[in-house]
């Protein structure tokens, strides 16, 4: 009896155990069964559902491509410091995938129809565009059971940005997913790129938009960014826009071409890779990897989008039309003021005061003076303002002499070169019209000198002035100045105490103009730097002065016009 009772009881715990068992078999395969697929199939459908809408730049001419009309075209070498060895000529997709080890880094795709000292690549593209997809590249990386990542990959046939030109393109648009819902958007932008909160994007619908820079195809969140840094982007939404419904959503988890572990366009130099102007990898080793690898830990580490940066970026997009408004009100309250005057007093027998110059006394010193400063800044606004120059003597590439790598002036705004063994190379540019604002600013100091009654007025007008011409030199010399700050801020440990750091130190300490020599030890070269203040600087900083004086000498004078 005892014996059947203490059966029972076992097999009572084997049939519990067995059911349990059973139980959890049941659930995982229902859940292998219906929950899994349901998840791939939500992760495929964000392709779609979130697919971006790309706003390209009205001069844009290069836009995603399935990645076939680079490889048809292209011839594959291998870089070498004694001249490029050819490998293949006629390369294709699954070759490609040959070429996947650390072996093959230097191996190039070499674009036969054109290089980047011509259009030519640019021209065969937009002619056979026609006969290619518009192909957006896609992937997928779950990170964890809650967080996945979706990627848009493009592919340029050339980028012809101001910052580098070269062969080939591709950029990254990213959706990190939470719960299956959007949380952050990461784009890429040169070598680098920036974050958004999925609430900060722009969309339409789950469409997030993607606004394009000219050239780069450096990926912004507003079409009025760009302008902020070196590489001076021109944004826009004035051109194309590609939408989901034009392009093909292509996976790129089973293309041989992947592999490839080369560049993706053309290297002649050593200095081309940091100069930018060699192809770039493809995604699988952008950014040694990170970028395809761990691609969360990528997006994180990029720049936020911040507010009070877009409000920045609206106002230096929209600056000149803000200018001009500006000026027309101040211009439209000044006609309604000297109407006023007309019906009361009258402009005086001279009409512009400032033309009342009768003899030697204060009040027509002052007028000479302001007019003297008024064709010196002119004259000013055609020359260079400051320039630092730099000469480069290594194994790898030698200048001849040295070559300008910043210049400001009143005409091309910021101009950035690196010096190259075959001269200098656009780096980028600010194309700031210091002679626009400064000319019409003159012009309206002139015009407001119109029926003026006193010289107190007209004096204080000439004040303004001066200050005014002086104010760009006086920010040039602060910037020079706080480069040594910056510097330190920015780099640290080796870097921050190497030879580059002191070359900017030497800048900093003599903002006016000096001469520096350094040897780079970690890169086996020599270089000079030559940088100071240049005569269209000193010119404008003597306006200015001469301004000033005569604003201080027609106060002095307190004479009525009329």
């Known amino acids: 009896m005892r014996e059947s009772k203490k059966y029972l009881q076992s097999n009572r715990i084997y049939t519990k155990s067995h059911l349990s068992t059973s139980f959890f078999l049941v659930t995982f395969f229902l859940f292998l069964i219906f929950i899994l697929p349901t998840c791939a199939v939500n992760a495929q459908e964000a392709y779609d559902q979130y697919a971006p809408i790309f706003y390209f730049e ?102 012809n940005g101001d910052l580098n030109r070269h062969e080939g393109d591709w950029e990254l648009v990213q959706i ?164 006023k005057q007309l019906k009361d007093k009258g402009f005086g027998k001279r009409y512009f005061s400032i033309l009342y ?43 001849e002499g040295l070559v300008d790598i910043i210049l400001i002036d009143g005409i091309q705004g910021i101009s950035v070169n690196i010096p190259k063994s075959n001269g200098p190379v656009p780096l980028g540019s600010a194309m700031i019209p210091f002679s626009i604002l400064i000319g019409i600013g003159l012009l309206i100091t002139i015009i407001k000198t119109f029926g003026i009654q006193t010289s107190n007025v007209l004096g204080k007008s000439y004040l303004k002035q001066g200050i005014k011409l002086m104010i760009p030199i006086i920010v040039i010399i602060i910037a020079i100045i706080a480069i040594s700050t910056m510097t330190t801020d920015i780099v640290n440990g080796e870097i921050a105490d190497s030879e580059i750091t002191t070359i900017f130190q030497d800048i900093s300490s003599s903002p006016l103009g000096g ?16 940088w100071g203040l240049q005569l269209g600087g000193f010119l404008l900083l003597l306006s200015g002065i001469i301004c000033f004086i005569g604003g201080i000498i027609e106060r002095k004078a307190a004479k009525e016009f009329f």
């Not at 010193?365 to 000469?391: D, K, R």
């Not at 970690?522 to 000079?528: F, G, K, L, S």
Request: charged share 15%; with cysteine; net charge negative.
């Open 58 to 159: 009205g001069q844009e001419e290069c836009f995603p491509v399935d990645v076939e009309y680079h490889i048809n075209n292209a011839i594959l070498y291998e870089f070498l410091n004694n001249g490029n060895n050819e490998i293949d000529s006629s390369i294709d997709s699954n070759k490609l995938a040959n070429y996947s080890s650390e072996t093959y880094e230097f191996y190039f795709l070499d674009n036969k129809l054109g290089t980047i000292n011509d259009d030519n690549i640019i021209n065969d593209y937009q002619e056979k565009k026609g006969s290619y997809n518009y192909n957006i590249y896609t992937n997928v990386v779950d990170i964890s059971l809650d967080t996945t990542v979706v990627q848009y990959w493009m592919f340029y046939a050339f980028n």
């Open 176 to 339: 990190v997913f939470n719960n299956n819902e959007p949380s952050q958007v990461m784009y890429s932008q040169h070598h680098s790129g920036q974050k958004a909160r999925w609430d900060q994007v722009d969309k339409t619908g789950l469409h997030p938009h993607v606004y394009v820079a000219y050239g780069s195809h450096a990926n912004y969140f507003r079409s009025y960014s760009g302008m902020i840094g070196i590489a001076s982007d021109h944004v826009g939404s004035n051109g194309f826009i590609l939408t989901p419904e034009q392009y093909t959503l292509v996976s790129m988890q089973n293309m041989s071409w992947l592999e490839f572990r080369g560049l993706w366009g053309e290297i002649q130099a050593e200095e081309d890779i940091f100069l930018g102007q060699s192809g770039p990898n493809g995604p699988k080793y952008r950014q040694e990897g990170m970028m395809w690898n761990t691609p969360l830990e990528w997006g994180l580490s990029l720049s936020q989008l911040d507010s009070n940066v877009l409000l920045l970026e609206w106002f230096l997009y929209n600056f000149f039309i803000i200018f001009i408004l500006i000026t027309i009100v101040s211009i439209s309250i000044f006609i309604v003021k000297r109407i």
């Open 357 to 399: 110059i009768d003899g030697f006394n204060l009040k027509s010193i002052g007028n000479m003076l302001f007019i003297l400063g008024i064709i010196i800044a002119i004259f000013a606004l055609f020359q260079p303002w400051y320039l630092v120059s730099a000469s480069v003597n290594s194994d790898s590439y030698t200048t």
């Open 515 to 530: 001469i520096t020599q350094k040897s780079i030890s970690t890169a086996d070269q020599t270089i000079e730097i030559q």
